[in-house]
């Protein structure tokens, strides 16, 4: 397994180093060119609910990868104003479930955080 850590700002205009990593990660995998699409589309969607324009707070995200098999975790510090948990859209809900295999949101003490775990859909 090969683990690869990448933080930075908590900044929508970040995101696309999540994607990117993810993009890599899956190639690294052995993931179809639709399964890592599937990837970047879930680490986008996920991502984004850690991310916004005023927060000065750092995510980082932690990929392991397999053979077959990819597992995120990302997180970052809850700030002092931020209450209640991460709540991704209706729309946002619906593509996780098409995207990805499994994912939890967590909201607790003073963090925030997902996993998500995505297994390549090409026989091997």
Partial sequence: M????LSFPARPEFIRLAR???ADAGARAGF??????NL???????????ANDSCS????LQYDIAPGLIEIRGGRHRGAD????????DLAQAILQAVIDHYELEA???H??????????TPG
């Fill in 2 to 5: 090969v683990d690869v850590e």
């Fill in 20 to 22: 990117l990593v993810a």
């Fill in 32 to 37: 179809s060119v639709d399964d890592i699409d």
């Fill in 40 to 50: 970047r589309i879930a680490v986008d969607e996920l991502t984004f609910l850690l």
């Fill in 57 to 60: 707070e750092t995510v980082t």
């Fill in 82 to 89: 931020e209450r209640g948990p991460l709540e991704p859209s």
């Fill in 108 to 110: 607790a003490n003073e």
């Fill in 112 to 121: 925030y955080g997902y996993r998500l775990v995505k297994r390549s859909r």
